[in-house]
């Protein structure tokens, strides 16, 4: 059963952990919305179950939460499926209402998980919600929603301390997939700027094609990189949750925050980069020298952007180009001995790596 205040996160989670069940753990998940306050509540769990390849009870006009409840088990029951995941109406503040609503569904489906889903950014009023629901209702565990954002879970220790019940899963982005286990010492690291490599490399081992991978590692030895390496690169990089979502698990990113603002790097930018190098021939794709003035006129009305887009991103292929061949220089123990920093520029970390 998921609880929480309206706006938390709480129906887009349940479909984050309806997901992760399918996917990871093979199990036959039913949704179910049992909010029947916030107009088209039902329809937007039922949007999110299409999405994911999950089902969704059929809702019944004018059915209560508690009637709502009880079908769902009974279906779950009778048609075979593993766990049943109960949506529950918020409200925009704890009141007396929303506690008796969500006790009645309690003491009706017997849920054996009771997850808070809360919304990280909200600090300390988070911590107050989750000593209320676990005052009236007793719940199991929380997640946190929006962890990605700059708050960076400083909240998760107060309502930890607060309500004794573990954090035990944590959204890290929009996207359906953006789901992780809570880990102590990933959190505290985000916390501190230490970043989460452990994350980093899960959610790269997920994603990444390993084939590619290899092709492009062999071709980062000699030195070679081309357009479609790094259109590939960007491919990956969005399967991965974009550039917020990955940038967020670097150590010491945010000794850089200044110069990645002023670079404008977001999501929206990398689909218009994708599109541009899509919109070149093959050959402009291998040799990107062939781009002159009116090739790139040309692409830029094929991409729907413009020349100056363009020529940021023939200016980011050189420089990561100049960056392949120097790691190639290098060598695997150069890399050991001076890490990224050998290969960054001046102020940005590079020039002889991190000093403490």
Same mark, same amino acid.
């Given at each position: ?55 969704? &009870? ?37 009141? @007396? ?102 994350? &980093? ?9 390993? @084939? ?47 110069? &990645? ?96």
């Amino acid at each position: 059963m998921m609880v929480g205040l309206q706006g938390s996160g709480k129906t887009t989670s349940a479909a984050k952990i309806a997901l992760r069940l399918k996917t990871r753990e093979r199990k036959k998940v039913l949704l179910a919305s049992l909010d029947v306050q916030r107009p088209a509540a039902q329809e937007q769990l039922a949007v999110l179950g299409r999405q994911i390849g999950v089902v969704s &009870l059929p809702v019944v006009a004018g059915e209560r939460p508690v009637a709502i409840a009880r079908r769902a088990l009974q279906t779950g029951r009778s048609e075979g499926y593993d766990v049943v995941i109960l949506d529950t109406a918020g409200r925009l503040h704890v009141n @007396e209402e929303l506690m008796l609503e969500v006790a009645a569904v309690r003491d009706a489906a017997l849920p054996a998980e009771t997850l808070l889903v809360a919304d990280a950014m909200t600090g300390q009023d988070a911590v107050n919600v989750a000593k209320s629901f676990n005052d009236r209702i007793g719940i199991t565990g929380i997640m946190l929603t929006r962890i990605d954002g700059d708050a960076r879970g400083g909240a998760a220790l107060s309502m930890r301390a607060i309500t004794g019940k573990p954090i035990k899963l944590v959204g890290t982005g929009e996207k359906i997939d953006a789901l992780e286990n809570f880990h102590p010492e990933r959190i505290a690291g985000r916390i501190l700027d230490m970043g989460d490599v452990v994350s &980093l490399v899960e959610k790269a081992s997920e994603t990444i094609d390993q @084939e590619e991978a290899e092709k492009l590692a062999a071709k980062m030895a000699k030195g070679n990189f081309d357009l479609d390496d790094l259109a590939s690169q960007l491919r990956q990089l969005r399967k991965m949750g974009g550039m917020s979502g990955m940038l967020g698990m670097l150590p010491g990113i945010g000794r850089i925050k200044k110069q &990645l603002s002023e670079a404008q790097i977001d999501d929206g930018m990398i689909k218009r980069q994708e599109a541009i190098i899509s919109s070149m021939t093959k050959k402009e794709r291998r040799n990107p020298k062939l781009l002159n003035a009116s090739r790139r006129i040309r692409i830029a009305s094929g991409s729907g952007t413009s020349v100056q887009e363009i020529n940021r991103l023939l200016k980011q292929y050189q420089d990561m180009a100049h960056m392949m061949k120097k790691a190639s220089k290098l060598g695997k123990k150069g890399m050991m001995r001076h890490g990224l920093a050998g290969l960054l520029p001046p102020g940005m970390g590079g020039g002889g790596g991190f000093r403490g």
